[in-house]
């Protein structure tokens, strides 16, 4: 397999996969370097998303408080909000995607590793383009979801819609184009051997992410295309004055906004299923059926998204379907719950940082599909919708399920990223503290939520009784921003230490952690073969123990693609098409047209970059 | 009924989960005037018995997943030197079980969702009195045709009578949500929404906007007054005597005949005559300052689509703002010379109302109720 080599020299600093400074970086197309870069990218982020939270979380420590102004609210909850999602949890996906997917399936790159590079830039430029907004006063004040028409420029003149309606235009690029690339790479370079029943669940939870990706982003991209003309060319498709409907918006946004949820969370089913059986030395039970389970998720994912609408009144039929399509996916997370236990059950359970973090997922992730089983029955949800019992039920899902996981899988596989291990003292206190914070942030939501309090309000007055619970709340909301604090010291600290850290530290199931940590840029000095599910597991058992550290190969004569930054110039190209767009008024068409060229020219000069 | 009875402490929850629940919850249910947990109308009645019905299963499951799972972390630690574990790959006995079983609680639950689901979109009766709402940024208007009256962020409502709400918008969504005896419903502006309810106990209940609706939704509350039927009806014929209709006249006419005289006869018996003049200065303010324009001072035969709430009956609230201020004097003199600085966004402008201004309008103002 893949401990043979074809070249016995040892490499040395110069060899492929070796460059450095600045850059190397921005032209590189390698994908564990894109995948680093989407990682840094997306952490930032995260932690931009969660200074917010600890703002709004200030502001909601008392009653009729005031260190907020109702306008600064509303921009960081929205911010908040779009972070998370758009900036934080589906870009350190996009992390392990780029990082992992070619080294579990054996493949020396993605598929098209320009494209890559590309989806990259976009993403960065969109993120930034969407916070550039709080330079002009202007971050987008009207909720994740846009509900129109309180988005249109009747009652929301400001940049601010613009500036969340044209990010999330340019962020949709970004993930079709991973989407693409991913879709593609899964299907067309796997090892040989490894069928589509012996991936690993993470690459198939990947895949089926990828799917929901490319089926979804088109439905957002249409409709905010219908937003964009009616705020900039003056139609009607949301302004019930001209004849639209502001209902069609929430149908187009939850048809893309539901499947988006599992976009956030199969990444974490998989990362999970790869960390359990690993540190229960045991295969993961049942396979078969997580592969269905969460194929129904996803293809069930189309088909509930109007239990976002329960209290629009659509009667009773419409309500009976989506109830009960709703409830119907209880049936697969369960199995996949129940699976994750079975894998736990009759195994020798290593408890070291990436397994502590994977079973704080199954925890609280049952707790976020059980409320979720309580809104699925409409005239329940009626009282709960928009309630902090709906905040509770999400971040149960959101950051107890794909928070978790995610960072289950950052322990996992930092070693194999950076060559350094974490420290396990510091990882098990940051998973402590995560638990206790995450519980007292959220816990409390579900009461406060069911004894009246709504989403999404700026202050709260005296007298209903929520101020005793909130300040717990943001309590436990500043433990989790030490716990934070805490992974942050941990990675700060690896870093000054040696890179020294083994190719396979635990003992690991899958192909990545036969080559060195972390891999040189052509990852599989020889393309392994795949004789069975659980390949390295497969391979050691063979050899009756562990397999000797793989020695480092200069990888000459492995062709790998040349470098290039006009992925980075067509990426400038649309989001100066984008910018100028929303200052057409002000800069009039020719900026959007020379952005345009500027795209145009970046993709004929990729499309004829020399290959050698 | 389960978290209902925690949060009236009568018995404790059986697992540690519920101890934490009971701590939070409080002891009093009066603590929380916003419950959803004490439904005093049917409506809400039905939605808290369907949650009841999947608390507890979830709390069945939850009890027994998590405990599967703690036994599974304490029974099943190994260290790294043990002998490596029995590989099973999975079982399809059990595997079918854990499909099935929670197939069956989902059913147990879908089958009280579904009788829910058409019971609370049945269509009321004739017989119910149909009350007009109407979302505006940020409050609340409230219409009676069966007594062509108006009022605004406090809804009257007699106990025992089904009430028929018809529900629509005036400018973004909304989402009309009174916990205690009904639940929400959105509110649009280019379609009618229905909501329906029963109040079966007296009181004044606080709700509120619970879809987001721009920069001061959070501000945007309103009351539900239940009232035993007599007191309905004489609050009713009390409304229908607020007939004054100022004339919509521009700044510099003066004022038409003072008709708060006819209001005094219902407010405290004798007033002292400053207060009297003050009142036919607010009358002359209101106008002067345009005050007119948005707000009616008529419940009964009142405009409709005014861009503010109607003040017919304004002195009797418990709030201004939609439930942002107290209704006192000084609230309400601090409101009319400052609403940009209590309501930032609010569309009534601060108009430059000096102090002596604001208290001659409090007390004109003071005399509609």
Known sequence: MATRVLDQHHAHAAAHGEKNGLWSWITTVDHKRIGILYGATAFFFFLLGGVEALLLRIQLGSAENTFLSPDTYNQLFTMHGTTMIFLAIMPLSAMFFNFMIPLLIGARDVAFPRLNAFSYWVFLLGGLFLNASFLFGAAPDQGWFGYANLTSKQYSPGLNVDFWMLGLQILGIASLAAALNFFVTIVNMRAPGMTLMRMPMFVWMSFITQVLLLLAFPVITVALILLMYDRFFGTNFFVPSGGGDPLLWQHLFWIFGHPEVYILILPAFGIVSEVLPVFSRKPLFGYAAMVFSGVFIAFLGFGVWSHHMFSTGMGPLADTFFALSTMLIAIPTGVKIFNWIGTMWGGSLQYQTPMLFAIGFIAMFIIGGLSGVMHSSPPADLQQTDTYFVVAHFHYVLFGGSIFGLTAGAYYWWPKMFGRMLNERLGKLHFWLMLIGFNLTFFPMHFVGLHGMPRRVYTYPEGLGFELMNQIETAGAFVLGVAFLVFLVNIFQSWRKPRNAPADPWNGATLEWAIPSPPPEFNFAEIPTVHGRDALWELKRQRGGPLPEPARVSGAGIHMPNPSYWPLVTAFGILGFFVFLMTLGQTGIWPVIASFGVLLLGVYKWAYEPAG | ?369
């Open chain 2, 1 to 369: 009924m389960l978290l209902r009875t925690a949060a009236r402490c009568s018995f404790p929850w059986p697992a540690a989960l519920g101890l934490l629940a009971l701590v939070l919850a409080g002891c009093s249910p009066d603590n929380y005037p916003q419950t959803t947990l004490l439904p005093r109308g049917d409506f809400a009645k039905i939605a808290d018995d369907l949650l009841d019905t999947t608390v507890r299963w979830a709390l069945l499951v939850f009890v027994l997943v998590e405990g599967v799972l703690l036994y599974a972390i304490f029974r099943f630690r190994g260290k790294p030197d043990d002998p490596e574990p029995h590989q099973t790959h999975g079982n399809t006995t059990v595997e079918v079980i854990w499909t099935v079983i929670p197939a069956l609680i989902l059913a147990a639950i879908a089958v009280p969702t579904v009788r829910a689901i058409f019971e609370t979109n049945a269509t009321p009766g004739k017989d119910a009195l149909t009350i007009e709402v109407v979302g505006h940024q940020w409050w609340w208007e409230f219409r009676y045709p069966e007594y062509n009256l108006t009022t605004a962020n406090e809804m009257h409502v007699p106990m025992g009578r089904m009430v028929s709400l018809r529900m629509g918008s005036n400018d973004v969504l909304h989402s009309f949500w009174v916990p205690q005896f009904a639940a929400k419903r959105d509110v649009f502006p280019n379609r009618e929404t229905r909501m329906w309810f029963t109040a079966q106990a007296e009181g004044d209940y606080p709700g509120q906007c619970a879809e987001f609706c721009g920069i001061q939704h959070g501000r945007m509350s309103h009351r539900i007054k239940a009232q035993k039927p007599a007191d309905f009806q004489a609050w009713v014929a009390h409304m229908q005597t607020l007939k004054t209709k100022p004339t919509p006249a521009p700044p510099t006419t003066p004022p038409p005949k003072p008709r708060p005289g006819q209001k005094a006869q219902e407010g405290p018996p004798a007033r002292p005559e400053s207060i009297a003049a003050a009142t036919g200065a607010g009358e002359k303010l209101f106008l002067a300052k345009g005050c007119i324009a948005c707000h009616a001072l008529n419940a009964f035969d009142a405009p409709k689509g005014m861009v503010g709430p109607n003040l017919a009956n304004v002195g009797a609230r418990s709030y201004i703002a939609a439930g942002t201020l107290k209704n006192t004097d000084e609230n309400l003199a601090r409101w009319i010379r400052d609403p940009q600085g209590i309501k930032k966004g609010v569309l009534m402008p601060n108009l430059g109302v000096t102090e002596a201004e604001a208290q001659a309008l409090v007390a004109y103002l003071r005399a509609h109720k």
